[in-house]
């Protein structure tokens, strides 16, 4: 017992031990502190990523004045996106080659009676490539509106194409798609880890025979709820923390925009997190409790991690019908719901309805691992099966 706690409920005294235990582990703060500096690592990556500007030199021969007319449009338009690109006047084509060669110039562009070539030293940027095609298209529907005694802008009109998102939502695919690997990812390391913990917290007992001095003087029910809220605060904190610092890097990036929808869906991760988290907590301490050895555990929590498992690659990059439903089914639904709260895909009732099937669905599984945990724990000479443990008197 915690000093200044013999009037506290037993549950709550091995919670504040469990909390403590974890608290004080130097693996596992020097685990904690290695996985926050390599999200703030990736945050920062993108961060600076973001920051980068494209530069490029274009080389244009002398008197090929469409070719600069192309290459001065083309930098107006990279201008407004932070980019920069120059343009590179040469005397000839042995010039630009020999630019390109030594690399004073990004790509040669020519014009020409039988078309445009851009050149490179090797095979041209794809960005630019993909930035200069409609320019060039533009300078010669301009040059042959000209012969033809129209402009380019009365041969264009009406034909300006204006994107809607009739979804109503608002944010970048991009950014939903990175959501779900990043909560599928934080729920399965957080599930594997913390739950991994309680099973070796509960075999190290039970084969010490600490856990017979422990159930004299408390309740086996008071042991495992003490157990699974103490591990189910740490897992919390740890989600929360590792959000924290992956919000941050998101506001530093140039996808900040969606850092509001994206708390908002961090916030429903964490509640159907809470709740669903003590279900997995409640199956590896019965999973603790059949093993009778630490080298048990591998067979007794096997069931679990193919679980923990096929929800993380289920979840990860789910869409349409199949994120709809796996957003209703428990355990699923943990990471499934809030990606659909952050993609505007989920209606205001939707997420409430998942919280209460997962809820039923921890309480069932709280049941029936507590019993099994009760009837295995305090049996000794090999590893006891599920069915044996509910089983037993």
């Known amino acids: 017992m915690m000093p200044g ?3 506290s409920p037993a549950w709550l005294i091995v919670m504040q031990r469990e909390i403590v235990a974890r608290v004080m582990n130097k693996a596992y703060l020097f685990g904690l502190l290695v996985t926050v500096l390599l999200i703030a690592g990736i945050a920062g990556f993108f961060a600076w990523q973001s920051q980068q500007v494209d530069t490029y030199d274009v080389a244009v021969t002398a008197g090929d004045d ?7 449009q083309a930098a107006a338009e990279l201008g407004e996106d932070g980019g920069e690109l120059t343009v590179r006047e040469v005397a000839n084509a042995d010039a630009a080659r020999a630019a390109l060669e030594d690399e004073t110039a990004d790509v040669w562009l020519s014009s020409g009676p039988d078309g445009w070539t851009l050149a490179g030293w090797r095979e041209p940027d794809g960005s630019l490539t993909r930035l200069l095609t409609p320019v060039v298209e533009r300078v010669t529907v ?3 509106a000209e012969a033809l005694g129209t ?3 009365e041969l264009a009109a009406g034909g300006d194409l204006v994107t809607e998102r009739l979804d109503g939502g608002a944010v970048d695919p991009g950014v939903v798609q990175f959501a779900s690997f990043a909560l599928a990812f934080l729920f399965f390391m957080s599930a594997i880890g913390s739950g991994q913990m309680i099973a070796a917290s509960v075999v190290e007992e039970k084969q010490s025979r600490l856990v017979e001095i422990i159930a004299s003087a408390v309740p086996l029910r008071d042991v495992l709820a003490g157990k699974v809220l103490g591990n189910s605060v740490i897992a919390l904190a740890q989600n929360l923390l590792f959000a924290t610092v992956g919000v941050v890097g998101l506001a530093l990036t140039d996808f900040k925009a969606a850092v509001p ?3 908002a869906s961090l916030g429903w991760f964490v509640v159907f997190f809470t709740v669903g988290f003590v279900a997995v907590a409640a199956m ?4 603790g409790a059949l093993a009778s050895r630490l080298e048990d555990l591998q067979g007794t929590t096997a069931p679990m991690g193919v679980v923990l498992m096929a929800v993380y690659l289920t979840t990860f990059g789910a869409d349409g019908t199949l994120e709809r439903v796996l957003s209703f089914v428990p355990v699923t639904s943990i990471v499934s719901m809030p990606v659909r709260v952050l993609s505007g895909d989920a209606g205001w009732w939707e997420p409430v ?3 209460v099937l997962l809820a039923a669905f921890a309480a069932g599984v709280v049941l029936v691992s507590e019993r099994a945990y009760r009837r295995a724990l305090l049996q000794t ?7 044996q443990a509910l089983r037993a008197g």
Not at 66 to 72: L, Q, R, S
Not at 284 to 287: G, V
Not at 381 to 387: A, I, N, P, S, T
Request: proline letters at 0%; glycine letters at 10%.
């Open 284 to 287: 590896y301490a019965m999973a």
């Open 261 to 263: 929808a994206m708390t």
């Open 381 to 387: 000479g090999g590893r006891v099966g599920w069915r």
């Open 142 to 144: 301009t040059e042959r």
């Open 353 to 355: 309805v998942a919280l």
């Open 151 to 153: 402009s380019f802008d």
């Open 66 to 72: 469409a070719a600069a007319t192309a290459v001065e």
């Open 5 to 7: 706690t013999n009037d």
